[in-house]
C-alpha cells in the first residue's frame, strides 16, 4: 500500500521530523503530501520545507468558532486526497464531524500510557501519582480525547530525580521510534480499526497492545 499522508501540526514538530526522515528512508510507502499547521510560526513548518513539502497555514483565531474552522480544514486536508492524516502536535481539540470524517484514517499520539493520563500535563501527573514506568501512546482518533484504540506504545523507567522536563525529554525518543512504526503499519496496510477495536496482520489488538520499553 503507498499513498498519501498529511501531517497537521501547531508546533515545533519533532515527531514529524521522525515521520519525514522515514520516508525518506524508504522505511514508509508514500509521501507526506502537505504539512498543514494552525500557527504559521510553527517550527515544523521550516523541517517540512527543507524537505520540499507543501506547507499550508490555517490560523484557527480567523474563524468564528471550531466547526467553521474544521470545516475549512477539511477542505483544505481534501485536496491532498490523504489516505492517512497525522496528528502531531497538533493542539486542536476537533469536532465530532472532523473525527467521523476521517475514521480509521486518523491517528495521534500522546505522551502517557492510555488510558491514563488523557490531555495534558501527563508527565508532571505520572510524577505526582508515584508511578515506576511512563510513556507514549500512538491511537486512532475518535470523539473521546485521547481516548481512541491503542495500537502501539513505548515505556519508561520513572526516576527517582525526574522533573516533567527530564521525564518529557525521554518519552520524546521513544516517541520518535514509535510513530513512524505506527504510521508504517498503517500505510502498509497492516493496522486497521475494525469495529473500533485496532487488528495488526488480521490480529486484534485488544488487551496485547505491542510495546517497546526503554
Given at each position: 500500500?503507498?499513498?498519501?499522508?498529511?501531517v497537521?501540526?501547531?508546533g515545533?514538530?519533532?515527531?514529524?521530523?521522525?515521520i519525514?526522515?522515514?520516508v525518506?528512508a524508504?522505511?514508509i510507502?508514500?509521501?507526506?503530501?502537505?504539512?498543514i499547521?494552525?500557527?504559521e510560526?510553527?517550527?515544523g513548518?521550516?523541517?517540512?520545507?527543507q524537505?520540499?513539502?507543501?506547507?499550508?497555514?490555517?490560523?484557527?483565531t480567523?474563524f468564528a468558532?471550531?466547526?467553521?474552522?474544521?470545516?475549512?480544514m477539511?477542505?483544505?486536508i481534501?485536496?491532498y486526497?490523504?489516505?492517512?492524516v497525522v496528528l502531531?502536535?497538533?493542539m486542536?481539540?476537533l469536532?465530532?464531524?472532523?473525527?467521523?470524517?476521517?475514521a480509521?484514517?486518523?491517528?495521534?499520539?500522546h505522551?502517557?500510557?492510555?488510558?491514563?493520563?488523557q490531555?495534558?500535563?501527563t508527565?508532571k501527573?505520572a510524577?505526582?501519582?508515584g508511578?515506576?514506568t511512563?510513556?507514549a501512546?500512538?491511537?486512532?482518533?475518535?470523539e473521546e480525547?485521547?481516548?481512541?484504540?491503542?495500537?502501539i506504545?513505548?515505556?519508561?523507567p520513572v526516576?527517582q530525580d525526574?522533573?516533567?522536563?527530564?521525564?518529557?525529554?525521554?518519552?520524546?525518543v521513544q516517541?520518535?521510534?514509535?510513530y513512524p512504526?505506527?504510521?508504517?503499519w498503517?500505510?502498509?496496510?497492516r493496522?486497521?480499526l475494525?469495529?473500533?477495536?485496532?487488528?495488526?496482520d488480521g490480529?486484534?489488538?485488544a488487551?496485547?497492545?505491542?510495546l517497546?520499553?526503554?
Amino acid at each position: 500500500m503507498s499513498g498519501s499522508i498529511v501531517v497537521l501540526i501547531s508546533g515545533s514538530g519533532s515527531n514529524l521530523q521522525a515521520i519525514i526522515d522515514s520516508v525518506k528512508a524508504g522505511d514508509i510507502p508514500g509521501q507526506i503530501s502537505a504539512v498543514i499547521s494552525n500557527k504559521e510560526n510553527a517550527y515544523g513548518l521550516q523541517r517540512a520545507e527543507q524537505a520540499d513539502i507543501p506547507t499550508r497555514v490555517l490560523d484557527h483565531t480567523e474563524f468564528a468558532n471550531r466547526e467553521i474552522f474544521d470545516a475549512n480544514m477539511i477542505r483544505l486536508i481534501d485536496e491532498y486526497q490523504p489516505d492517512l492524516v497525522v496528528l502531531s502536535g497538533f493542539m486542536r481539540i476537533l469536532t465530532a464531524d472532523f473525527v467521523r470524517r476521517y475514521a480509521g484514517k486518523l491517528i495521534n499520539i500522546h505522551p502517557s500510557l492510555l488510558p491514563k493520563y488523557q490531555g495534558l500535563h501527563t508527565h508532571k501527573r505520572a510524577i505526582e501519582a508515584g508511578d515506576s514506568t511512563h510513556g507514549a501512546s500512538v491511537h486512532f482518533v475518535t470523539e473521546e480525547l485521547d481516548g481512541g484504540p491503542v495500537f502501539i506504545q513505548a515505556s519508561v523507567p520513572v526516576e527517582q530525580d525526574d522533573t516533567p522536563e527530564t521525564l518529557a525529554a525521554r518519552v520524546l525518543v521513544q516517541e520518535h521510534k514509535i510513530y513512524p512504526i505506527a504510521v508504517k503499519w498503517f500505510m502498509e496496510g497492516r493496522i486497521q480499526l475494525q469495529d473500533n477495536i485496532p487488528h495488526l496482520d488480521g490480529v486484534s489488538l485488544a488487551g496485547n497492545i505491542p510495546l517497546l520499553s526503554a
